[in-house]
């Protein structure tokens, strides 16, 4: 162990600040959502010419006996600044830093006023540094601390309580208090056991609940990793990514483990979006109003919850939680990477109705559900909105598929409305466009015979000449290109396309009808459309009638696109 006496700390202290001996280490901070390095805390080591490298306990217990901490700290600050405008002077973009401030820094009856003196001789933005306190801290100053914390508060700086759970009084300083982060140190938990478990979780609930940031330090396994990002631990760091490690040391870290950089427009995005709580049996009513509080779970996966995220038009899963996956199977998909096939497949309907919902929720701002069938299952789709850049919108998907009991309720529950609501149609047919055939479900209208049966493009073709008006038979034809009708129904960004012809009715005459074609999901993603018929109200009737006279090429689709 290394061993350097006291004296020689303090007789070498002045010098060593002076020519540059004690520096700035940097630990990364990575949020668990992206894998992205989002800050990095600041540590001081002394690299000493004689000694080397002193161990941190070496010196800062020497400092803080003799009341020299403060001239380490604010030498920090200052290095900190210094780093963060030689960054941008290279046209990169700076994470923010955190430092971890001593108690007795707070006796410096001008403690603010030095620190925001630094702040401004580098003309460094006060977000750009964090700043850590311990709650002995408070405890120890009382009097003295409430107005500076206010003061760095108003300033803009963020504060992050450190060592969350070391003391005794950790829940009245979140009841005093109104910190940013709050650190949990993992190293006071030996395994991730139940115990382990039901600890942090009821700290990240709780935090979520008080509209409070977490991190977890002290992170050393995978084990650890998988176990906090389940429960929506914001923020890690740990010696599972790196030590603390020389400004050189940190560049070539970021360069050599490819490690992606938090961009500043992305970390307000990202800070909203993680006061979402896994936890919680009610998340996304809870994350409109944190006074909702739930029930809560010690462990994720009673919810079934996911998080999505639209970037030019491709859907990405950052989160997707147990129970979600096990709603995914009985969907018949088998695994996320399945998931993510599919959902990004522009052939298949999950990809349209997820990118159409996430769009309606981004325009509401707030809740949407919908129901879906495809095949036999039927299923509820509920997204949430989180936040949004200019380039990217975040959501969260809770998915429940109907299963058992309640799906054959469900299901006779849809037969038993469903066919009332065919009193509303003329005629009702399933189409298939891959096998070239028709199924016919519901017929009321008097038409010569049922078309299809044998091929359902010949069918097309008889039914134009037998039964629509031949004014209206060229764009019937085209209504019903097969071809184009997928496209279209993407196209008009809807679930249908539809338009009004004449057709024979019995008497004879042609009268207008709705002709409507509804795409309708399907398991294997294969094209299946509803084909319905339905008669117009008089009021309907009489303004299209008036606006063909004066745009008879109003219902002509534009095929140049």
């Known amino acids: 162990m290394q061993s350097v006496d006291e004296k020689y700390i303090l007789d070498n202290f002045d010098a060593a600040i002076k020519n540059g001996h004690i520096k700035p280490f940097f630990q990364p901070i990575i949020r668990s959502l992206t894998g992205k390095v989002c800050a990095a805390e600041t540590l001081a080591r002394w690299d000493d010419p004689v000694e080397g490298l002193l161990a941190p306990y070496i010196f800062i217990d020497v400092l803080e006996r003799r009341r020299l901490i403060h001239k380490l700290d604010l030498k920090m600050i200052e290095n900190i600044c210094y780093g963060y405008n030689y960054i941008k002077s290279k046209g990169l973009h700076p994470l923010p830093f955190s430092i971890n401030l001593s108690r007795l820094d707070f006796e410096q009856k001008d403690i603010f006023e030095q620190i925001t003196d630094i702040f401004k001789k580098y003309n460094v933005p006060t977000?750009?540094?964090?700043?850590?306190?311990?709650?002995?801290?408070?405890?120890?100053?009382v009097d003295n601390f409430r107005p500076i914390f206010d003061l760095f508060k108003r300033a803009g700086f963020e504060m992050w309580l450190d060592d969350f759970g070391s003391g005794y009084t950790s829940?009245?300083?979140?009841?005093?208090?109104?910190?940013?982060?709050?650190?949990?140190?993992?190293k006071f938990l030996s395994s991730i056991d139940t115990t382990s478990r039901m600890l942090i979780s009821s700290v990240i609930n709780?935090?979520?609940?008080?509209?409070?940031?977490?991190?977890?330090?002290?992170?050393?396994?995978?084990?650890?990793?998988?176990?906090?990002r389940s429960i929506g631990c914001e923020l890690l760091q740990g010696y599972y990514y790196a030590k603390p490690m020389s400004a050189p040391d940190f560049e070539h870290f970021l360069a050599e483990k490819n490690m992606i950089k938090e961009q500043h427009k992305e970390r307000e995005y990202y800070k909203k979006a993680g006061l979402l709580n896994y936890l919680s049996t009610s998340p996304f009513d809870e994350f409109e109003n944190h006074k909702d509080y739930g029930n809560y779970s010690f462990e994720a996966g009673q919810f079934p919850l996911s998080i999505i995220e639209l970037?030019?038009?491709?859907?990405?899963?950052?989160?997707?939680?147990?129970s979600y996956c096990k709603e995914l199977e009985k969907l018949g998909i088998g695994d996320v990477e399945e998931m993510k096939l599919l959902v990004n497949d522009r052939t298949k309907p999950f990809y349209?109705?997820?990118?159409?919902?996430?769009?309606?929720?981004?325009?509401?701002?707030?809740?949407?559900?919908?129901?879906?069938?495809i095949g036999d299952l039927c299923y509820s789709f509920t997204t949430r909105f989180l936040a949004r850049t200019a380039e990217k919108i975040m959501v969260a998907v809770n998915l429940l598929v109907y299963g058992g009991e309640e799906i054959e309720n469900r299901f006779e529950e849809i037969n038993k409305y469903g066919r009332s609501l065919f009193y509303n149609f003329e005629l009702v047919t399933m189409i298939y466009p891959d096998n070239d055939s028709s199924k016919s479900i519901y017929v009321n209208s008097g038409f010569q015979k049922v078309y299809g049966t044998v091929s359902l493009r010949r069918g097309i073709r008889e039914f134009v000449s037998a039964e629509v008006y031949k004014e209206d038979m060229d764009r019937y034809l085209d209504f019903m290109d097969l071809d184009t009708i997928y496209d279209r129904i993407v196209e008009d960004n809807c679930s249908f396309v539809q338009q009004p012809f004449r057709l024979r009715t019995p008497d004879g005459r042609y009268r207008w009808r709705l002709v409507r074609m509804t795409r309708i999901p399907t398991a294997d993603g294969k094209n299946c459309y509803m084909y319905s018929i339905?008669?117009?109200?008089?009021?309907?009737?009489?303004?299209?009638?008036?606006?063909?006279?004066?745009?008879?090429?109003?219902?002509?689709?534009?095929?140049s696109n």
């Open 127 to 141: 977000n750009a540094v964090h700043l850590e306190i311990t709650e002995s801290v408070m405890l120890d100053n």
């Open 171 to 186: 829940l009245n300083v979140l009841k005093d208090y109104n910190f940013d982060v709050l650190k949990v140190d993992m």
């Open 206 to 228: 709780m935090s979520k609940k008080l509209g409070i940031h977490t991190l977890a330090e002290g992170v050393e396994t995978k084990e650890q990793v998988e176990f906090l």
């Open 311 to 322: 970037n030019n038009s491709k859907l990405n899963f950052l989160y997707i939680g147990k």
């Open 352 to 373: 349209h109705d997820t990118l159409r919902q996430v769009e309606l929720t981004v325009q509401a701002e707030g809740t949407i559900k919908k129901d879906y069938m």
């Open 534 to 559: 339905q008669r117009m109200p008089p009021v309907d009737i009489r303004v299209i009638e008036s606006e063909i006279k004066v745009h008879p090429d109003m219902f002509k689709r534009n095929k």
